[in-house]
């Protein structure tokens, strides 16, 4: 059963912030965040391990409400590079390397 | 970085017709994945493969679908009789454990 993603779509202006979630019914091992570009494969942004822990680097951090099964992706003063469609994938407590599945996705369009 | 290839990037069949699609993981990798994602969709799981047997596969990869990796280097996808609905974007992927996911950058399959 694939994660549900929220919001599915959101217009920023540059310097905006943003807040993209993710929630799953199942227990989860870990949460993986991609971001896409029109025609291109999903880059990975970062992985957040059961444990409630929170990521991030530069000004994209997530993170992961085990208890919950949620996890958050926080853009902060979004630059025009962070246009494009944002996928959770989660894995569930099978296995450390079972398959992601990944959630609808989020389209962020950043502009001027 | 390291990188996931995959060849080719755009293939054109018609129906009924047999495609092998083609990927190079990363060489120390140990998981293997295919996933497609049709025009505008999520990116969905087909199957995946470690220790030279298929792992996990979803409801999609019917008998039309197989995987082999034939020389310790490449590991393919091979669809028997494709349809029109086979169309969308592959993506290979490969990890090392539960760690991130290496995507390739896709093969374009269309079906006429």
């Known amino acids: 059963q694939q994660p549900v993603q929220s919001p599915q779509a959101v217009i920023l202006r540059e310097g905006e912030d943003a807040v993209i979630n993710c929630s799953s019914s199942k227990a989860l091992y870990s949460v993986h965040w991609y971001r896409q570009k029109h025609g291109e494969a999903p880059v990975f942004l970062m992985i957040l391990l059961k444990g409630g822990e929170q990521k991030g680097h530069e000004k994209i951090s997530a993170s992961f409400n085990e208890k919950k099964q949620q996890s958050s992706l926080y853009l902060t003063a979004s630059q025009l590079s962070y246009s494009g469609t944002y996928f959770c994938g989660t894995a569930p407590m099978t296995g450390t390397a079972s398959k992601l599945t990944f959630g609808t996705g989020t389209r962020l369009q950043v502009t001027l | 970085e390291p990188e996931v290839t995959q060849t080719p990037s755009h293939q054109v069949t018609q129906m009924g017709q047999e495609v092998i699609l083609r990927c190079v993981p990363i060489?120390?990798?140990?998981?293997f994945y295919w996933y497609r994602q049709i025009l505008g969709q999520k990116v969905e799981f087909l199957v995946s493969?470690?220790?030279?047997?298929?792992?996990?596969k979803s409801e999609i990869f019917d008998d039309q679908f197989s995987v082999e990796r034939p020389d310790g280097s490449n590991f393919t996808l091979k669809i028997r009789s494709t349809k029109l609905e086979d169309s969308a974007m592959y993506f290979c992927?490969?990890?090392?454990?539960?760690?991130?996911?290496?995507f390739g950058s896709g093969t374009q399959l269309s079906v006429l």
């Open positions: 060489s120390n990798h140990l998981y």
């Open positions: 992927a490969s990890r090392v454990d539960g760690e991130k996911l290496f």
């Open positions: 493969f470690y220790n030279n047997e298929i792992s996990e």
